[in-house]
């Protein structure tokens, strides 16, 4: 009797589109193509969102990155074995191609200006709808230095806690805390000044 409760228990946690998940994962996972599309379709609005915040990028090199993410998603594949859902290991996924970029980003100088950062910004939402707050917000995102917008990102939106984002980032994770402090000092300054 408690097997069954436990096992109903666990069938209603699993909502639809995570069960689809596993079905396209099967069978992307033994080469089907169609099957890895139709997870590209549903994941790549996500994924491309969360490697922008974190980047800084909204036009080209987002794109780029979000496909070396799938790219990187497809080769992996064979080896996911289900321990979370699809979409929470391809987020990880996507979040460490980000960071990736950042670290790689360190020695070349003058990126912090990057004219791309601002590309895209003030897009529609999937509504349709753009709002001059979440434009001003992402602008100031976006404007913000790489290592802070990272730590900003990571903590006040994906959930991270500083001693993740210390290991991530290779810092210590006081240096975390005080790029937070420093993060959410810039966005009131600049989301002041624009008022």
């Known amino acids: 009797m408690l097997t069954a409760v436990n096992e109903s228990l666990a069938d209603a946690t699993v909502s639809p589109e995570a069960e689809d998940d596993r079905a396209l994962v099967a069978a992307a996972?033994?080469?089907g193509v169609a099957a890895f599309e139709a997870l590209y379709r549903r994941h790549a609005s996500r994924v491309?969102?969360?490697i922008a915040r974190l980047v800084g990028y909204h036009g080209a090199r987002a794109e780029d990155l979000?496909?070396?993410a799938f790219v990187r998603a497809w080769q992996a594949l064979p080896n996911f074995r289900f321990e979370s859902a699809f979409g929470t290991w391809l987020h990880r996924l996507a979040v460490n191609t980000a960071l990736m970029e950042l670290r790689g980003r360190r020695s070349r100088p003058l990126e912090d200006s990057d004219e791309d950062a601002f590309d895209g910004i003030g897009s529609a939402d999937s509504a349709g709808h753009v709002t001059a707050l979440s434009m001003?917000?992402?602008?100031?995102?976006?404007s913000l230095p790489p290592r802070a917008r990272a730590v900003l990102v990571l903590y006040d939106v994906e959930g991270w806690k500083h001693e993740e984002i210390a290991v991530e980032l290779?810092?210590?994770v006081g240096s975390s805390k005080?790029?937070?402090h420093r993060a959410?000092?810039?966005l009131r300054t600049r989301l002041?000044?624009?008022a």
Request: charged share 20%; proline share 0%; aromatic share 0%.
């Open 48 to 50: 491309h969102g969360v």
């Open 178 to 180: 005080a790029q937070l």
């Open 66 to 68: 979000t496909q070396e």
């Open 29 to 31: 996972a033994a080469g």
């Open 136 to 142: 001003d917000l992402e602008r100031a995102v976006a």
């Open 184 to 186: 959410r000092s810039l």
């Open 192 to 194: 002041g000044e624009q």
């Open 170 to 172: 290779g810092m210590a």
